[in-house]
């Protein structure tokens, strides 16, 4: 048996974006057919490449391989002879007794290797080019959603899908996950259905309040679930002043991000807010005036401002608001 046969079933798994777990020996106190440095990949279903011992001590190693790939989290845990299968936590260790004729004991470390989680974007507006562009440089992979969109036209989107369609989008792509949603006007409906029929864990709308308001009336209106329609984050992004489109796509960012690390925003929490009971509150400071993608009143989010123009032209004010709606 080629003991380090895991390096090659890694690069394979890596490469088709597949979850696994290296399990290292840490410790081994003999009799134990496994030596400390010893390491083998284990996948979700039981598969073992490389050499961590036995038949004792594989059983504990999958089931906890399993739990780490949902959790996320390294876990190191003991192979210890007893005369009763037992598990108990003993700080940062958890502890398997096996009633194992070998008598060895085994500490590993289970550290999960995950894909790059996934952000669905749905527009191909500037801020969704924006995001396509920003979302791979914090670890996440975009995949592109656009009606008549070409791969061509969003290089670091990792997938693309020319297509709006509900069931189009929902045969292309699992459900759950995040999603934003930045069509700033262009097919709105039909995006915000396409996404909604993904079951997001988490969908964003970039759009001011007004307009995300008359949109989930119209959803709901349209025969989409209520609960879902007013889970729907909008304004989208954290109250950062967010002008252009890179900025505007840097503060949908944080708020994903934040998200991802069980973190409740303050745009998120605006949401939650509104779902809530009347007499609930959340110790939230205040959203910042002035921030049209963070959640600040619409008439804020539209600031007259004079452009620079020859002085033998007339100056029109002209409206800026960064949330396309």
Do not use: Y
Not at 37 to 44: E, F, H, I, P
Not at 50 to 58: K, M, R, S, T
Not at 116 to 135: M, Y
């Amino acid at each position: 048996m080629d003991r380090n046969d895991w390096i090659t079933h890694a690069a394979q798994l890596h490469t088709n974006d597949c979850a696994f777990a290296l399990v290292t020996v840490l410790r081994a106190q003999a009799p134990t057919s496994a030596k400390a440095g010893d390491k083998a990949l284990v996948t979700a279903d039981g598969q073992i490449h490389g050499w961590i011992g036995g038949g004792c001590a594989q059983p504990a190693v999958v089931k906890t391989v399993r739990q780490a790939l949902i959790s996320g989290q390294l876990q190191t845990i003991r192979i210890a002879p007893t005369d009763e299968t037992a598990e108990r936590t003993l700080g940062d260790v958890l502890e398997f007794g096996m009633a194992c004729h070998s008598g060895g004991t085994l500490e590993l470390l289970i550290d999960p290797v995950l894909p790059a989680p996934q952000l669905v974007v749905f527009g191909d507006s500037p801020v969704a080019r924006a995001l396509t562009g920003l979302a791979p440089r914090i670890g996440l992979q975009t995949v592109l959603v656009a009606e008549g969109a070409q791969a061509g036209d969003f290089p670091e989107a990792a997938r693309v899908i020319g297509s709006d369609r509900s069931d189009a989008v929902v045969q292309a792509l699992p459900l759950g996950g995040l999603v934003v949603v930045a069509t700033q006007g262009r097919r709105d409906l039909q995006a915000l259905r396409a996404a909604l029929a993904l079951k997001p864990q988490t969908l964003w709308f970039v759009a001011s309040e007004r307009k995300a308001t008359v949109l989930r009336e119209s959803l709901i209106g349209a025969g989409e679930e209520p609960a879902q329609v007013a889970a729907i984050v909008a304004p989208a992004g954290e109250p950062i002043g967010a002008q252009t489109p890179e900025e505007i796509a840097l503060a949908v960012l944080a708020t994903v991000v934040a998200t991802r690390r069980g973190r409740l925003t303050r745009a998120t929490a605006a949401t939650v807010t509104k779902k809530s009971a009347p007499n609930s509150k959340l110790d939230l400071p205040p959203l910042e005036m002035g921030s049209c993608c963070g959640g600040a009143a619409t008439a804020a989010a539209q600031v007259e401002t004079p452009v620079a123009v020859p002085e033998t032209a007339t100056a029109a004010p002209v409206k800026k608001s960064c949330c396309g709606g």
